[in-house]
């Protein structure tokens, strides 16, 4: 029996919903089998496309906000929009990309949101 783990606080640490322990990743967002620590199997889990339309809603709100205020504040030539915003825009997805995987990992956990329901159960 394991205690309730907040899913934000192990979600952001990208750690086992259900121990807190392992890392939920063995690649940059492949899941791992099952959690080496407690063995929980997260062949029911499967979080889809949720953390991507995050990511890009959270990201494009953010970067379009700043473009538009950098463009009508400045006026720079267009070369400047390439270099803030292409890095920006590549490391802040692949960055965010995996704790919001991991939170809606944990989060299905957690709220026993799968079709295979016994596979969640302590
Ligand atoms: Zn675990």
Do not use: N
Not at 64 to 77: F, H, M, Q, R
Not at 81 to 86: A, D, K, P, S
Not at 89 to 112: D, E, N
Request: aromatic letters at 10%; proline letters at 10%.
């Amino acid at each position: 029996m394991y205690p309730p783990l907040s899913p934000f606080s192990t979600g952001l640490r990208c750690r086992c919903p259900r121990c807190g322990e392992a890392p939920i990743f063995s690649g940059l967002l492949t899941l791992r089998p099952t959690c080496p620590a407690c063995g929980l199997d997260y062949a029911a889990i499967d979080a889809g496309d949720g953390p991507a339309v995050f990511v890009i809603l959270i990201l494009g709100f953010l970067v379009v906000g700043l473009a538009l205020w950098l463009e009508l504040k400045y006026e720079p030539p267009f070369w400047l929009h390439m270099v803030l915003w292409t890095p920006l825009i590549l490391g802040g997805s692949i960055g965010m990309l995996r704790p919001f995987k991991a939170t809606l990992v944990a989060l299905q956990y957690r709220h026993k949101a799968s079709s295979d329901i016994e596979l969640l159960k302590e």
